[in-house]
């Protein structure tokens, strides 16, 4: 496997989003965005957490649009190509155009793994403009490898350069990253990418992402000190700094990198990204990250435990999304309870 | 029994997909309008079979096959599920012959029709293309125009939910006309000045019965009392045509923000109870159907 070189992309500023409750200020952004740049990450998602046009009463209005921060950031740098997420079903071709203007070189299109149809026209249209386009199969620990190479399959007919493994929900154990990313390596063409985008819900982001390469992964997601939803994605610097260890080439400074997360993003947090109950919950019970606020909010306006509200999300089977379905369900546990105190 | 059969309004149904199929099933029980014809293009499709099957006049030729027999076998009414692609040029071709188009396509040529808001106006208007927004606008825009009935609604926003398995390969391959037509609609038909719309495909086994939920932000604080009368009443309105429609939480009310919970739960007509998407959609074209043909006069007047 030609695994010299693996392309670090930093997600503070998009998955990031989701801890921050979206309210990430463009200082911040710039700040953050030309530390990484300096640090020699090659690689910066910037959008709402829920990717180009995620603002909404659902997902959680931003502090700014899509545009601003991405017109922020994308000029202030030196050699890191800026990314946006795009969900088909959220966000639309005019986000899509839109990010092409202001800049935007490579555009993520991100569907629920079982549905990589509803992805063809915004990765042609991608491609079609020039773009690095990449197929982001979301909480692909839903479908076993053969069914998810089938969906890749899909993607890459569409246009798609490179299709990630991602494992929304931080559910997956180091042999099923292997499986996946083994069968997308022998499944799609040879110049195809492969990327794994992991969450650190049972502690796993580093070791899951190390596991990735070692199938045939190039591209890594990670964030500077975890910024990222449900326990954060995979610490960045920490990723860096193993890699540099096992002689994998990244190309990124690993003490600008430690400095970037202990000296940036630490400071910027409403609370730790820590493996806390409601996160395990989350990558024990297959829940997408991004509810872990919302369910801890629910819980504290409805007085009903935000790690009940989470096993049920994930005994439902939501994906990502749904969380329209986190205070519907946190009524229907208040009122179940309250039932059961007048019996 | 001729004769009564003869006194319904004769109709088309073009589209032998999911969406064509479920109405006609649905059709076929109408006290007022008769489902002469099915039109395909694939001569192996499920839905022809079945229309064939049910005594429909059919076949794979497509609309320019159905235009020779629309005088003779006098079709009044025709409902377009294709696709946006086609639709304008399927209207073209009906509207010359003085068919009444019910558009279940998103190609939004005419107005938006949602039954339970503005579907008087339309027969008022004589609209003779109307739309059926999307299954999503179908199940939430009641909801903002009951909010909005009661006071200013500066955004309305919705969420729909529906089934992997119940998404038809037309919606997945434009779903941003999806989201693009259902805001629109939630804007001019639903009376926010600012919409948005969210679509989520859920592969869960068994499958879903469709979610939709209505965020609103109203312009004043929220007066819960009428908002919430409002709500129930245009949800029984709602059920009266689509008898799976309800309410699962709310009106919750949080500052200015509205939200509403509700579930649809399709009839089984073609696809299982799940799909209550395809059923608001179908409900709602029949209904449209149902009422144009009763005011006969106009009918008359168009053919």
């Given at each position: 496997?030609n695994?010299?070189?693996?392309i670090?992309?930093d997600?503070?500023?998009?998955?990031g989003?989701h801890?921050?409750r979206?309210?990430?200020s463009?200082?911040q952004?710039i700040?953050?965005?030309?530390?990484?740049?300096?640090?020699?990450v090659p690689?910066i998602e910037?959008a709402?957490?829920d990717g180009l046009?995620g603002?909404?009463?659902?997902?959680?209005f931003a502090?700014?649009?899509d545009?601003?921060?991405?017109?922020?950031?994308?000029p202030?740098m030196?050699?890191?190509k800026?990314?946006a997420?795009?969900?088909p079903g959220?966000?639309?071709?005019?986000?899509?155009?839109?990010?092409?203007q202001v800049?935007v070189?490579s555009i993520r299109?991100?569907a629920?793994?079982t549905e990589a149809?509803?992805?063809q026209?915004?990765?042609?249209?991608?491609?079609k403009?020039?773009?690095?386009?990449?197929?982001f199969l979301?909480?692909?620990?839903?479908l076993?490898?053969?069914?998810?190479l089938?969906?890749?399959k899909?993607?890459e007919?569409y246009?798609?350069?490179c299709?990630y493994?991602?494992?929304?929900?931080?559910?997956?154990?180091q042999?099923d990253?292997?499986q996946?990313?083994?069968a997308l390596?022998?499944?799609l063409?040879?110049e195809t990418?492969i990327?794994?985008?992991g969450h650190?819900?049972?502690?796993?982001?580093?070791?899951n992402s190390l596991?990735?390469?070692a199938?045939?992964a190039?591209?890594?997601?990670?964030?500077?000190?975890g910024?990222?939803?449900g326990?954060?994605?995979a610490?960045?610097e920490?990723f860096?700094?193993?890699?540099?260890?096992?002689g994998?080439e990244?190309?990124?400074d690993?003490f600008?990198l430690?400095a970037v997360?202990?000296?940036?993003v630490?400071p910027?947090?409403?609370q730790?990204?820590?493996?806390d109950?409601?996160?395990?919950?989350?990558?024990?019970?297959?829940?997408?990250s991004?509810?872990?606020?919302h369910?801890?909010?629910?819980?504290?306006?409805?007085g009903v435990?935000?790690e009940?509200?989470?096993m049920?999300?994930?005994?439902?089977?939501t994906?990502?999304?749904q969380e329209?379905?986190i205070?519907?369900v946190?009524?229907?546990?208040?009122?179940a309870?309250c039932?059961?105190?007048?019996? | 029994?001729?004769?009564?059969?003869?006194e319904?309004?004769?109709v088309a149904?073009?589209g032998?997909?999911?969406?064509?199929?479920?109405?006609m099933?649905?059709?076929?029980?109408?006290?007022?309008?008769?489902?002469?014809?099915?039109v395909?293009?694939?001569?192996?499709?499920?839905?022809?079979?079945?229309a064939?099957?049910a005594?429909l006049k059919?076949t794979?030729?497509?609309v320019d096959?159905?235009?020779?027999?629309i005088?003779?076998d006098?079709?009044k009414?025709?409902?377009d599920a294709?696709?946006?692609y086609?639709?304008?040029?399927?209207?073209r071709?009906?509207?010359?012959?003085?068919v009444?188009?019910?558009?279940?396509t998103?190609?939004?040529?005419?107005?938006f029709c949602?039954?339970?808001?503005?579907?008087?106006?339309?027969?008022e208007q004589?609209?003779?293309?109307?739309?059926?927004?999307t299954?999503?606008g179908?199940?939430?825009i009641?909801?903002v125009?009951a909010i909005s009935?009661?006071?200013?609604v500066?955004?309305g926003e919705i969420?729909a939910t529906?089934?992997?398995?119940?998404?038809?390969?037309?919606?997945?391959k434009?779903?941003?006309?999806?989201?693009?037509?259902?805001a629109s609609?939630?804007?001019?038909i639903?009376?926010?000045?600012?919409?948005?719309?969210i679509i989520?495909?859920?592969p869960?086994?068994?499958?879903?019965?469709m979610r939709?939920?209505v965020?609103?932000?109203?312009?004043e604080?929220p007066?819960?009392?009428?908002?919430t009368?409002?709500?129930?009443?245009?949800?029984?309105k709602?059920?009266?045509y689509?008898p799976?429609y309800?309410?699962?939480?709310?009106?919750?009310f949080?500052?200015?923000?509205?939200?509403?919970?509700?579930?649809?739960?399709?009839?089984?007509?073609?696809?299982?109870?799940?799909a209550?998407?395809?059923?608001?959609?179908?409900a709602?074209?029949?209904r449209?159907a149902?009422m144009?043909?009763i005011?006969?006069?106009?009918l008359?007047?168009?053919?």
């Amino acid at each position: 496997m030609n695994n010299n070189k693996i392309i670090l992309h930093d997600m503070c500023l998009r998955d990031g989003m989701h801890a921050k409750r979206h309210q990430i200020s463009l200082d911040q952004m710039i700040t953050l965005a030309t530390a990484l740049d300096d640090a020699g990450v090659p690689m910066i998602e910037v959008a709402h957490g829920d990717g180009l046009g995620g603002a909404s009463l659902n997902y959680g209005f931003a502090a700014h649009s899509d545009e601003e921060y991405l017109a922020a950031v994308i000029p202030r740098m030196k050699q890191a190509k800026v990314s946006a997420l795009l969900i088909p079903g959220i966000g639309t071709v005019d986000h899509l155009n839109m990010a092409h203007q202001v800049g935007v070189r490579s555009i993520r299109v991100a569907a629920q793994c079982t549905e990589a149809d509803v992805t063809q026209q915004h990765i042609a249209l991608s491609r079609k403009l020039g773009l690095d386009t990449v197929g982001f199969l979301m909480m692909s620990h839903m479908l076993g490898p053969k069914e998810l190479l089938a969906q890749a399959k899909l993607m890459e007919g569409y246009g798609a350069n490179c299709i990630y493994c991602t494992d929304s929900a931080g559910y997956m154990l180091q042999d099923d990253v292997h499986q996946r990313i083994d069968a997308l390596r022998q499944g799609l063409k040879s110049e195809t990418e492969i990327g794994f985008h992991g969450h650190h819900n049972l502690a796993l982001g580093v070791a899951n992402s190390l596991t990735a390469v070692a199938a045939g992964a190039n591209r890594i997601d990670g964030s500077a000190a975890g910024l990222g939803a449900g326990a954060g994605n995979a610490p960045l610097e920490v990723f860096n700094a193993v890699a540099s260890r096992m002689g994998i080439e990244t190309g990124v400074d690993v003490f600008k990198l430690m400095a970037v997360a202990e000296e940036i993003v630490v400071p910027m947090m409403d609370q730790p990204i820590r493996l806390d109950r409601d996160s395990l919950v989350l990558g024990y019970a297959g829940v997408y990250s991004s509810f872990l606020l919302h369910a801890k909010r629910a819980g504290k306006k409805y007085g009903v435990p935000s790690e009940l509200i989470l096993m049920e999300l994930g005994r439902m089977k939501t994906v990502g999304g749904q969380e329209d379905m986190i205070e519907d369900v946190a009524l229907n546990l208040r009122d179940a309870a309250c039932e059961t105190l007048h019996k | 029994m001729n004769n009564q059969q003869n006194e319904k309004i004769n109709v088309a149904l073009i589209g032998s997909g999911n969406i064509g199929t479920d109405l006609m099933v649905k059709a076929l029980r109408s006290e007022v309008i008769n489902p002469l014809w099915m039109v395909g293009i694939d001569s192996d499709s499920d839905g022809l079979k079945r229309a064939a099957a049910a005594g429909l006049k059919t076949t794979h030729l497509g609309v320019d096959e159905l235009i020779k027999h629309i005088k003779r076998d006098n079709i009044k009414i025709a409902f377009d599920a294709t696709s946006a692609y086609v639709h304008g040029e399927n209207n073209r071709k009906l509207q010359a012959l003085g068919v009444q188009v019910i558009d279940l396509t998103p190609a939004a040529i005419g107005p938006f029709c949602v039954p339970a808001v503005n579907l008087e106006q339309l027969i008022e208007q004589r609209a003779n293309n109307v739309n059926m927004v999307t299954c999503g606008g179908q199940a939430t825009i009641p909801i903002v125009a009951a909010i909005s009935a009661v006071q200013a609604v500066a955004y309305g926003e919705i969420v729909a939910t529906i089934a992997s398995k119940s998404a038809g390969p037309g919606t997945r391959k434009n779903i941003d006309e999806f989201t693009r037509t259902t805001a629109s609609a939630i804007e001019q038909i639903g009376g926010a000045v600012e919409g948005k719309a969210i679509i989520v495909m859920n592969p869960a086994e068994p499958p879903l019965m469709m979610r939709d939920t209505v965020h609103c932000l109203t312009v004043e604080p929220p007066d819960q009392q009428a908002i919430t009368e409002s709500v129930l009443a245009m949800i029984a309105k709602v059920a009266q045509y689509v008898p799976g429609y309800v309410l699962k939480n709310g009106p919750v009310f949080d500052g200015n923000r509205v939200s509403v919970f509700l579930e649809v739960e399709g009839l089984g007509d073609y696809l299982p109870a799940y799909a209550g998407n395809l059923d608001i959609m179908t409900a709602a074209a029949l209904r449209t159907a149902e009422m144009l043909a009763i005011d006969s006069n106009w009918l008359r007047n168009e053919a």
